[in-house]
């Protein structure tokens, strides 16, 4: 009896389903069951040519929900940077623009002070600065 018939015809592609849909990798389904990882990945290529799925080549990697989930993780991750990235810039620029607004009015007292010193006649009382 080999392990296969263990199974019903059923089960064996619940399980295969299970890879193919991208929910399960072959690694988890040969453990769940206790077969080796080769008859599990039978079970999923027969499967496939049941559905009308073409077997993916040899070691392409994960299979095409799986993929997209990266793909989307992936994205996920790359926008999530970029709006921390863009609060950063903001607060900075905030940041930038108060230091700047500071700086004009600390420049337009100095200069205040420059024309009062130029100018004696500037001061209220007459009196000259020494």
Do not use: C
Not at 81 to 95: D, I, V
């Amino acid at each position: 009896m080999t392990a296969s018939s263990h199974f019903t015809a059923a089960e064996r592609a619940a399980f295969a389903d299970q890879v193919i849909d991208g929910g399960r990798t072959i690694r988890e389904i040969a453990e769940e069951s206790g077969v080796a990882r080769q008859t599990a990945q039978n079970w999923v290529k027969t499967r496939r040519g049941e559905r009308g799925i073409p077997t993916p080549r040899p070691g392409s990697g994960r299979s095409t929900p799986e993929r997209m989930a990266a793909r989307q993780e992936k994205l996920e991750k790359a926008n999530s940077e970029l709006e921390a990235r863009a609060e950063t810039a903001e607060a900075r620029s905030a940041s930038l623009e108060a230091l700047a607004a500071r700086q004009r009015s600390a420049i337009a007292a100095l200069k205040e002070t420059l024309r009062l010193y130029m100018d004696p006649d500037g001061f209220g009382d007459g009196t000259v600065p020494a």
